[in-house]
């Protein structure tokens, strides 16, 4: 690994809005922060997103010699349904109308955040510390905050006094926004607050007699503002200064903001050196969201359960697909998008398949070594997966060249070639190389539309016993027929 290592990179810092030259705080060590899910629900698409861009980035830092800690919270507690610090906790929310326990909510929906991650082939991160876990920690930390005089108690709650705090320092730092601007357009809140100003913020609320998540402070019985949660946990796995720390776009403002403004309340500097944002998903040109319909879920694209695609699509397919759109860029999910990279990513996969039926020559008609390069330089550049897939599709189009008698390679070329396609395919894009016939089930989808066929004649005949036989026997084998309009689909799932 030590060979790769000088390699410069520039990370686009959302700090500065510029792309600068990654310099770590340790020499060879890589401390990485990102805001995890709040696990009340099952994770959506576009959080997926998030978390890939950040695997594959972490994949990226790994493979080229460094020794990363990469942390990921999960929220399991004080994330609210509302921004202003009001409304209901979002997992008691769900215990609530489901009749469980808030921890079953958590257990059911980690569970089901964990197979996702698995089946798209996401490496563990190094610590996924919760915010329940970690009450201590954020107890002491407002303590801390209390003590500098940026915090205020009022009624069993305390706030960040974000006034205060810009009198020194600058709240809005990375969202570019300013307290002048914020002041005036929040909205004076009902009489119902006991925040001297509607723009600072919970670290500790009192729990409501009903409210069942609740832990005993100095202050209250109470629980945790929810951007208290990621100041304690990654100060205490990754240190007060630390160098990456990433999320969605989304969470900027306010949760980044507070997170900033909380760990300089405490320790006087900023506490990170590089933030990163991913950008949104969107489907179909238009917002994602389960009220409108327009809404997938991860699981219903390896299943083709869903009204929006046509079939499905394998985990690496639908990895492929989201890393040929750079992070920074919003990516539409469409059922067009998702069929074009199930073509291109067999196409690398045939490519990757062939290089070992190649015959080497004398001499090489493509500069291995630089493109090799390109490779790492598309990466460097703020790791610009389109790009580095582009520079995989030029190799696959000289592997078959060289098949087909077109292009030379010298064995020595060849044996680059393969590594750097491996290492860049699976090391960091993260891919599997699955076959066709398990992939597209192609072959599948022959049979059981045979069978689905056969099942049309029985029932025309009015053999219903067999129609039905055909019915249960494929669900018995996990493939669900669908009798609609358009006559008979199947799912697998
Ligand atoms: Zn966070």
Same mark, same amino acid.
């Given at each position: 690994m030590q060979a790769y290592q000088n390699q410069e990179i520039k990370i686009y810092n959302s700090l500065s809005g510029k792309k600068e030259v990654f310099k770590p705080i340790n020499d060879g060590y890589v401390g990485m922060y990102s805001c995890g899910p709040t696990v009340y629900s099952n994770v959506? $698409?576009?959080?997926?997103?998030? *978390?890939m861009s950040f695997d594959m980035i972490y994949r990226y830092l790994l493979h080229i010699g460094f020794k990363v800690r990469y942390v990921r919270n999960i929220t399991d507690a004080g994330h609210l349904t509302d921004d202003a610090d009001t409304g209901e906790d979002k997992i008691a929310k769900k215990a609530r109308l489901e009749k469980i326990e808030p921890m079953e909510v958590v257990q059911r929906y980690t569970v089901d955040f964990h197979n996702i991650l698995n089946k798209l082939n996401f490496l563990p991160v190094s610590i996924e510390p919760t915010a329940t876990g970690h009450i201590i920690e954020q107890i002491e930390i407002i303590k801390t905050i209390i003590d500098k005089g940026l915090a205020y108690e009022v009624n069993g709650s305390v706030y960040f006094d974000v006034l205060k705090y810009n009198e020194t320092k600058t709240y809005g730092i990375l969202s570019k926004r300013n307290v002048e601007d914020l002041i005036h357009n929040t909205r004076t809140l009902d009489g119902?607050?006991? +925040? +001297?100003? &509607?723009?600072? *913020?919970? $670290?500790?609320?009192?729990?409501? &007699?009903? /409210?069942? @998540?609740?832990? %005993?402070? &100095?202050?209250?019985?109470? *629980? %945790?503002?929810? /951007?208290?949660?990621? #100041?304690? @946990?990654? #100060? +205490?796995?990754?240190?007060?200064?630390?160098d990456i720390h990433g999320g969605g776009m989304d969470l900027k403002f306010p949760h980044h903001e507070c997170e900033i403004a909380q760990a300089e309340a405490c320790n006087d500097e900023s506490p990170v050196n590089y933030w990163m944002h991913a950008n949104m998903l969107i489907m179909n040109g238009k917002k994602m969201a389960k009220s409108t319909g327009n809404f997938i879920l991860p699981n219903q694209i390896f299943s083709g359960d869903n009204e929006h695609i046509t079939k499905a699509f394998a985990p690496s397919v639908a990895r492929f697909f989201m890393l040929q759109a750079h992070y920074r860029s919003i990516l539409d999910f469409t059922n067009n998008g998702l069929l074009a990279s199930e073509k291109g990513f067999h196409r690398l996969m045939d490519a990757i398949n062939n290089i070992d039926n190649l015959s080497p020559s004398e001499d090489s008609s493509l500069d291995v070594d630089a493109w090799r390069q390109k490779c790492y330089d598309a990466m460097n550049d703020d790791f610009n997966s389109p790009i580095l897939i582009a520079h995989l599709f030029d190799a696959s189009k000289y592997i078959n060249q060289i098949k087909e008698g077109k292009a030379t390679i010298t064995k020595l070329h060849l044996e680059l070639l393969k590594t750097t396609m491996h290492q860049f395919t699976f090391d960091v894009l993260g891919l599997e190389n699955v076959s066709k016939s398990e992939v597209g089930t192609d072959k599948l989808s022959s049979a059981v539309d045979l069978l689905i066929r056969l099942r049309q004649d029985a029932r025309a005949n009015k053999d219903f016993a067999l129609s039905d036989k055909i019915r249960d026997e494929l669900a018995e084998a996990g493939i669900h027929l669908k009798d609609g309009k358009d006559? #008979?689909? *199947?799912s697998t799932n």
């Open positions: 959506h $698409l576009g959080n997926v997103r998030t *978390f119902q607050s006991d +925040k +001297k100003n &509607p723009q600072d *913020f919970a $670290l500790w609320k009192k729990a409501e &007699p009903q /409210h069942i @998540m609740r832990w %005993p402070s &100095p202050w209250s019985d109470g *629980f %945790p503002g929810w /951007h208290l949660e990621c #100041t304690a @946990m990654s #100060t +205490k796995y990754l240190g007060e200064k630390f006559g #008979t689909s *199947f």
